[in-house]
């Protein structure tokens, strides 16, 4: 799907979502959740194309820095997709401890990435 289709749907979700709010109908939440669900689902479906650059990046040797970045990447485009869903539905608090919890592992997932930077520096001196 190219990005205009991408965002002509997103548009299109968008009026259908405020027609729902005008009339003030109950399941504009559900609206607006599954809305968000199927552009994210587009969305990552599109990521599919990373798997073929870890791949190659991967033949070239060591993959200690460009794994972490790619895991926290993943990490925190899950959290933040889960915290808007959290937000629609009017969840401020939860949607807060999803991205705590995402910041959490982000960093649990740098902890090669440091390592190796110190052994370099070591190396160096």
Known sequence: ??????????????CGISLLRSA?????PYAVAAAGIILAGTAISELSHLKELTDYISSYGNTTVFAPIIKALLVSMLCQFTAE?????????VASKVELG?????????????????KNAGQML
Do not use: H, Q, W
């Open 85 to 93: 869903i959290c937000r629609d539905f009017g969840e401020n608090s």
């Open 102 to 118: 995402g910041k959490a592992v982000i960093i649990y997932l740098s902890i090669p990435l440091i390592k190796e930077v110190l």
């Open 24 to 28: 003030k109908s109950e399941i504009t």
């Open 1 to 14: 799907m190219n990005i205009f289709t991408y965002c002509a749907a997103a548009i299109f979700c968008v």
